[in-house]
Nanobody, 122 residues
Framework: QVQLVESGGGLVQPGGSLRLSCAVS????????MGWYRQVPGEKRDVVATLAISGRANYPDSKKGRFTISGDITNTIYLQINNAEPEDTAVYYC?????????????????WGQGTQVTVSA
């Protein structure tokens, strides 16, 4: 099992910045990659950024520029939000993709944090 605990959410003004943290614990050796997702009520959970074991970051085209993922997937990862926009208002979730050893190979698994609310408003 992998446990993920987010922190750092809150209220930020448009144009402001915020940094979210995700503390990682448990069977960290099973982590394949990590990421940040966000969700607004009534919509699907949407990927913001991913971070490979190598430290390589990836962003969907729609998220490039204002979001930066960083950190150490064996300890804590971060999401920096710059020039925040009202449309960034959402619950942000930390995610870990897992490769869990079985007797004959590996199986895929997922771990999610409990989420942290980010509200962008004047």
């Amino acid at each position: 099992q992998v446990q993920l605990v987010e922190s750092g959410g809150g209220l930020v003004q448009p144009g402001g910045s915020l940094r979210l943290s995700c503390a990682v614990s448990g069977n960290i050796e099973t982590i394949n990659f990590m990421g940040w997702y966000r969700q607004v009520p009534g919509e699907k959970r949407d990927v913001v950024a991913t971070l490979a074991i190598s430290g390589r970051a990836n962003y969907p085209d729609s998220k490039k520029g204002r979001f930066t993922i960083s950190g150490d997937i064996t300890n804590t990862i971060y999401l920096q939000i710059n020039n925040a926009e009202p449309e960034d208002t959402a619950v942000y979730y930390c995610y870990a993709n897992l490769l869990i050893p079985t007797g004959s190979g590996f199986r895929s698994g997922d771990a999610w944090g409990q989420g942290t609310q980010v509200t962008v408003s004047a």
